[in-house]
């Protein structure tokens, strides 16, 4: 059987016992490369192989491989090692191992015999637990590692926003068959824990603005006016609470890769601004979304339906927001746009990356890396 032949024969076996890597496995460009690839790889397009490695790799092992490379795609590591020094990526190519590879053990699946893969808990590894990301691999081994892997090739690949819908898609189409529901299960936990926690401290930025809206004051009968009077007069009640909240979210290309950084903030804005009306709008050049969100699943609800992609104008969302009543903007940007008019509402600039722009109104909080 020739290699190309046992891939798609891993494939489809991979598609009936362990359907949620099946997707991308189906859509991945398979390239034949002899020359550089000596076993298999992906840059989070491609998928590259070795035809004589194909062919002489059992069945079972290819298998484990390829759900390997569909994880290093889901879990970004060709975006991430764009970033690490090129002279240091046979080592980071390691930690990606690892980290893959704990969660393939993890979900029940052998590591292969025919070829030797690096994993916590294995040789020479066996004093790293399992469970942890790439980067914390990398942190942790030792300065004077000489091991290397290159099946991880650095690129930007599809972008965080694609390999999300992706993900989900293929956790959702895999709940819903009868058999490899356990790996599906495991990989909706994984997606869920990539929203890492908000960076901001989200409780005291907005402290000032609690009582933004409140400046309508309410009468109420629960204690009397102090001025005198024959009569009861009710006095008045501040609202001590937020007034309607937009969030607009950048959504244009350049933000890509920080969606997740964009959701993390958000998810720490609807923690602590409990009972308030808050809404995510996102805009690229004009409003591609508008979700009002109470509560997690609604953060599910964002991170599944990012629109945009587009250039950058955060004008649009401004608009909307006013329009709509909002009291409060809080913009969520890399802050590689121009500055849109000056809206009659307060606004917070939450930038996530390195823009070029200095806003020359409101306050603006930034998310180091």
Known sequence: ??????????????????????????????????????TLATDGIKLFYNEEFCQQTPLKDLQFILM??????????????????????????????????????????????????????????????HGKSFEWYLNEMPDDDTNESDDVIPSAGEGEVNTLKEMNSAIQSAKNKSIGKHSATFMEKVLSDMLQPPKVPWQQVI??????????????????????????????????????????????????????????????????????????????????NVIPITTERDIETVKNNVRGGGGTEMGPGFTYAVE?????????????????PRPPVPVIWCQVGNGYCTPTYGETVKVEE
């Open 1 to 38: 059987m020739t290699g190309t032949a046992k891939i798609r024969q891993a494939v489809e076996l991979i598609r009936k016992t362990r359907p949620v890597y099946a997707p991308p496995l189906m859509t991945m460009e398979r390239v034949r490369d002899d020359k550089t690839c000596n």
């Open 68 to 129: 390997h490379e569909v994880l290093h795609k889901w879990m970004g590591h060709p975006r991430r090692l764009l970033t690490t020094n090129k002279a240091k990526r046979g080592k980071a190519n390691v930690a990606a191992d690892l980290a893959v590879n704990s969660m393939l053990i993890q979900q029940g699946e052998s590591l292969p015999t025919s070829i030797k893969l690096y994993c916590p808990g294995d040789s020479p590894y066996r004093d790293l637990p």
């Open 207 to 288: 402290k000032q603005y609690v009582s933004v809206a409140a400046s309508n004051r309410k009468r109420t009968f629960s204690r009397e006016a102090r001025r005198d009077s024959e009569f009861i007069l009710p006095s008045h009640r501040k609202e001590k609470k937020l007034a309607k909240t937009c969030i607009v979210m950048d959504t244009s290309g350049s933000m890509d890769d920080l969606t997740l950084h964009c959701i993390s903030e958000i998810f720490g804005l609807m923690q602590c601004c409990s009972g308030v009306e808050l809404e995510v709008v996102m805009v690229d050049t004009e409003v591609r």
């Open 324 to 340: 709509h009543g909002a009291k409060l903007i809080i913009c969520i940007s890399d802050m590689y746009l121009d500055e849109p």
